[in-house]
DNA sequence: CTCTCGCCTGTTTTT
DNA sequence: CAGGCGAGAG
């Protein structure tokens, strides 16, 4: 059969125990996509399994997209039917079908953090708790663990032990019913609720069972408590359930994920099968025993140790820094050096980092130089603050109860209804019970507000109104500019800021308006609500986009799953990576190292590692240490290096004459020897050089890797790929020197 | 009700 | 150092 074709005995035992429960515990880089897409492929096709009783569950759309993709190149149009998605998107989709059994509406909303964090100040201070005693983004943390904890507001209010909790408990307490009157579900609530769900209707829960013949997820590692109730809840009909993970990878501890969700596995499903993928197929032996070394100092693993047919490959290299803008400029610099060099373009390499603070001095140096990158995480584009405003006015379209909207949108842009008016207003739908909106609708009949502000509020719900009418009949593209006319938004972004500042908004809403051009093409569901649900679950690295030929910068965190040819881990410094707070607790250092783990296993042929000995923190500078973990890679395999220091690679040749040796091949110049250009050119080889610098210099579209001293270029020959330049030096040395360089363009 | 200034606080990671 | 938030004035 050829789905059982190219793959090795472990992964070919994976694909085919598709009865009972099954463990895969699958290394890095193993071939586990490969393993679990071939698995449903041999389900539907060598078992003649209906694909609609499969049921995939991932973290990221990215790898939900990325396995239904393989799963339908594998099996062509017969793979339509099966629900592969994110277990918030499964969820969000299970709770708009059950809505009635759990009391809600249809069109929830999906509340984030942000959004939870607005309705927390908003419990703080309608209870008139103090806020500097109890931070709002403190007590969303304790709401949240306690929810993944599956702890209610009632029973966290009977066991809260101090006044802290039981203040905490009041305010979790009003933030669910708040939550609840909004129409809206957290992030944790996506979850949880289907728990209750199928725990209180054993007959919804026999429906998915019956359904859900064949279950599926996909890091398993990660996984918190409801998400695993929920996966027990539907296996336990059939108990075909295949989990895939890697202990070694679990990064998402203070998401709540726990690992004796996978470490127990055995324990809850005694006749469970485990499998183990350990050849590795992504990096070089030298990667990998740096990994494996690495990750050998935890305790709490099950166990397994990669490995590979590539041997050798070239040392990990490590640079230990000044500080991190030499740091960020050792790491352009090799990436100058390398960019041609064995066919490499920009994509081919990724900077991680521990904190996205990280990425600020990278992107001043690439910037600076030129070279495209992109950066994923940090501020998302739905989480801007145009984006989130333009969002917050269809939101409360689609679902007028949605109240953290309504006050967002309330007043933006200015339309004179204040925190006083909007008071009054509360206090009139509260005591009519109806909506904040429906109450401004109906601010004729609210007292003490002023003529002016009662106008307003009328026509803000007339305009509301008018949108919710027209939401299911027009595009919500068409929607979107509904908004943006009858509001004057950008007209009042543009009035507010400084050019610059606003150009950039205005810009953003543009590309909303494209983004949902493109969406009304692709969806089969062209609604404003799917619309809004799929917004609320998207994350940074889905719409990472590996085609486009630039630098990606991006966290450890959001690195999970992907691979690269070169990998660059900055910031490896004790109190950073580990972090402090992290390295006080055993359990969450190794969760820190864990994540170094995955770091490491992300390159396929080159690791580049760095650490700076002075790092600004917040402002003031102050002195670091090399991180501890950099000590748990054996030394052999580490070649040290300062900045400025690079390597000639088999393809860039110099050639000397006089005096100076000839250089060949792969070997690491003293800094004194390099070179840059300090002039701007446009493409002209020509003209003298200041060889003073430690850096390789453009010329153009080349990059020169440079020779020694000081010197005018006397002769030139050749154009494309390969340039001789004839150098004289100051000292009376002459050097012909070959650049050979596949640059793009101009950067 | 809005705006401005100045203080303060924080950097862990995210569906 | 930055962004967010509160206090106070117009």
Redesign the pocket.
């Known amino acids: 059969m050829i789905i059982l074709d190219g793959l090795n005995p472990a992964q070919r035992e994976a694909v085919e125990a598709v009865e009972g429960p099954v463990l895969i515990l699958a290394g890095a880089g193993s071939g586990k996509t490969r393993a679990l897409t071939h698995r449903i492929a041999y389900l539907i096709e060598g078992k003649g399994v209906d694909p609609a009783s499969v049921l995939a569950l991932?973290?990221?759309?990215k790898a939900a997209g990325e396995m239904k993709e393989r799963v339908e190149r594998l099996l062509g149009r017969s793979g339509r039917g099966m629900w592969v998605g994110?277990?918030?998107?499964v969820c969000a989709r299970i709770l708009r079908a059950e809505a009635e059994h759990v009391g809600l509406d249809r069109n929830f909303a999906i509340y984030?953090?942000n959004d939870q964090?607005t309705l927390v100040?908003r419990a703080i201070?309608a209870l008139e708790v103090s806020?500097?005693q109890y931070?709002?983004?403190?007590v969303r943390?304790r709401i949240?663990r306690a929810k993944n904890a599956m702890v209610g507001p009632a029973e966290f209010a009977r066991s809260a032990g101090n006044i802290y909790e039981q203040t905490v408990a009041k305010v979790y307490q009003h933030y669910q019913r708040e939550i609840r009157r909004s129409n809206a579900l957290?992030?944790?609530d996506?979850?949880v609720e289907p728990v209750h769900l199928f725990q209180e209707h054993p007959e919804v829960l026999a429906r998915y069972r019956e359904r859900f013949r064949f279950l599926m997820i996909d890091e398993y590692q990660d996984t918190n408590r409801p998400q695993y109730l929920l996966t027990k809840l539907i296996a336990d009909g059939r108990r075909n359930i295949c989990c895939v993970g890697d202990d070694d990878q679990s990064?998402?501890?203070?998401?709540g994920a726990d690992l004796r969700n996978i470490l127990d596995f055995e324990r809850d499903y005694p006749e469970a099968k485990v499998i183990r993928l350990e050849q590795n197929y992504r990096s070089t032996q030298t990667i990998l025993d740096a990994g494996n070394a690495v990750i050998s100092h935890n305790k709490g693993r099950k166990g397994k140790t990669l490995w590979t047919e590539r041997t050798g490959g070239e040392k990990v290299v490590l640079f230990r820094c000044a500080n991190e803008r030499e740091e960020a400029r050792a790491i352009l610099d090799a990436v100058r050096t390398l960019r041609g060099t064995a066919g490499r373009t920009l994509r081919d390499f990724a900077l991680l980092y521990?904190?996205?603070?990280?990425s600020?001095a990278l992107e001043d140096e690439f910037r600076r130089a030129a070279v495209p990158y992109v950066i994923?995480?940090?501020l998302?584009f739905y989480e801007r603050?145009e984006i989130k405003d333009i969002l917050a006015y269809l939101r409360v379209a689609a679902n007028p109860r949605d109240g953290v909207s309504l006050r967002r949108v309330v007043?933006v842009p200015?339309?004179?209804?204040?925190?006083?008016?909007?008071?009054k207003v509360e206090d009139f739908a509260f005591a009519e019970r109806i909506t904040p909106l429906e109450a401004m609708g109906r601010a004729e009949e609210i007292e003490g507000l002023?003529a002016?502000?009662r106008g307003a509020m009328q026509r803000f719900h007339a305009l509301v109104r008018g949108l919710t009418e027209e939401k299911d009949q027009v595009s919500i593209h068409r929607l979107t500019e509904a908004v943006l006319e009858q509001t004057g938004y950008l007209e009042a972004v543009r009035e507010?800021e400084g050019t610059v500042e606003a150009e950039s908004r205005v810009e953003n809403v543009r590309e909303l308006l494209s983004a949902m051009e493109e969406f009304s093409e692709r969806a089969e569901d062209p609604s404003l609500d799917a619309f809004l649900r799929e917004v609320a679950?998207?994350?940074?690295?889905?719409q990472w986009d590996s085609r486009a030929d630039v630098v990606t910068l991006?966290?450890?965190?959001?690195a999970k799953g992907l691979e690269f040819p070169v990998v660059f881990i900055g910031g490896l410094e004790d109190g950073l990576f580990p972090?402090s707070?992290?390295a006080e607790n055993p359990e969450?250092l190794e969760?820190?190292r864990r994540?170094f783990y995955v770091g490491i296993t992300r390159a396929k042929e080159r690791l580049f590692l760095s650490y700076a000995m002075d790092r600004?923190?917040?402002?003031?500078s102050g002195e670091s240490h090399p991180s501890r973990f950099l000590g748990e890679i054996p030394e052999p395999l580490i070649e040290r290096r300062m900045p400025g220091m690079f390597e000639v690679e088999k393809q860039s040749r110099v050639t000397g004459h006089g005096s100076q040796e000839a250089v060949t091949g792969q070997r690491t110049l003293d800094p004194r020897l390099v070179t840059r250009d300090t002039r701007p050119r446009s493409g002209e080889v020509s003209g003298a050089f200041d060889f003073e610098d430690t850096l390789p210099f453009n010329v153009g579209n080349w990059v020169i890797h440079p020779t020694l001293g000081r010197g005018q270029i006397r002769e030139k020959d050749g154009v494309g790929p390969e340039t001789k330049l004839t150098i004289r030096f100051d000292t009376g040395a002459t050097k012909k020197i070959i650049i050979k360089y596949a640059s793009l363009e101009p950067a």
Request: proline content about 2%; charged content about 30%; overall charge positive.
């Open positions: 991932t973290f990221t759309n994110t277990f918030h998107s984030d953090s964090l100040r201070s806020d500097r931070p709002p983004a403190q943390g949240s957290d992030f944790d996506l979850i990064i998402y501890r203070f998401r521990r904190t996205n603070a990280q600020r994923v995480g940090g998302r603050k007043n200015r339309r004179g209804i204040g925190d006083q008016s909007l008071a002023g002016k502000v507010e679950l998207v994350s940074d690295v889905d991006m966290t450890l965190h959001s972090i707070r992290m969450d969760e820190e994540l600004r923190r917040y402002g003031s």
